[in-house]
């Protein structure tokens, strides 16, 4: 069972000998008990839970997915990919710009998992490291082009908890209303990547009018959201179904 534990992680101190003796103490009795430290997905917890739980739990993530497991490691060829449609891009990235936007040193995105303790069974909420990816600039150089010159409609979203409750002061109740919170389960894998680049392409002919900028900005969505890949222990996984986990084009 994972024990939990709550601190303030955003708290920083300066370290003393005192506190690295405490630190090789707690990670020789991690040792001694096969354990091990994670974040929780609610609060600034850490949770100590057996190492075997923990890998188990992952297990069970990706046996209860659409992964396809890869006998090699794309991470070269998806980043002579991205090198290919940055330097095609004559009209977005400036010549001596182009080197900004590409991951010099690319490796595959790692996943992790953090514990729900507040759901039964204390299942993973995945979690891919995307920094290191081949289309990790890319996909924030695409993120920063489409809010500029194509902002998506977003009539029924909420930017946080503060625009909501604006939202509700403005909004008639009545006492026979009930509200009801919808949770999405593995969202990035369940947005669709065809009509999602159908939405793309028809708003950027409303709101763009430039061809080739059009025909840049579709081709950097299609290397970024065949990027859909991550590492753990050791095999590369391919996602099969929509946006990549961890990835930026999420606006």
Do not use: C
Request: no cysteine; net charge positive; charged share 20%.
């Amino acid at each position: 069972m994972p024990y939990k534990i709550t601190i303030n992680l955003h708290t920083h101190t300066h370290s003393t000998r005192s506190d690295s003796t405490d630190l090789r103490n707690i990670k020789t009795k991690l040792e001694e008990n096969e354990a091990m430290i994670t974040r929780a997905d609610k609060g600034n917890s850490l949770v100590i839970i057996p190492t075997t739980l923990y890998e188990s739990k992952i297990d069970d993530f990706i046996q209860g997915n659409n992964f396809q497991i890869s006998n090699t490691n794309p991470t070269k060829s998806f980043q002579s990919q991205v090198r290919k449609v940055i330097n095609n891009s004559k009209t977005l990235i400036p010549p001596d710009s182009k080197w900004k936007h590409i991951n010099m040193n690319p490796t595959a995105p790692s996943l992790k998992g953090l514990i729900k303790l507040h759901k039964p069974g204390h299942p993973i909420r995945p979690v891919v490291n995307w920094k290191g990816a081949p289309s990790y600039k890319l996909a924030r150089l695409f993120t920063q082009k489409i809010k500029m010159m194509a902002p998506l409609p977003n009539t029924h979203n909420l930017g946080n908890t503060k625009d909501l409750i604006k939202k509700f002061e403005n909004t008639p109740i009545l006492p026979q209303f009930v509200l009801a919170s919808l949770d999405i389960t593995n969202l990035y894998t369940n947005i669709p990547i065809k009509e999602t680049r159908e939405i793309i392409a028809t708003t950027l002919r409303e709101n763009l009018r430039d061809p080739p900028a059009e025909r840049e900005l579709l081709s950097w969505y299609d290397t970024i959201t065949k990027q859909n890949y991550f590492s753990s222990k050791n095999k590369t996984l391919i996602q099969q179904d929509g946006l990549a986990m961890g990835a930026q084009p999420r606006a």
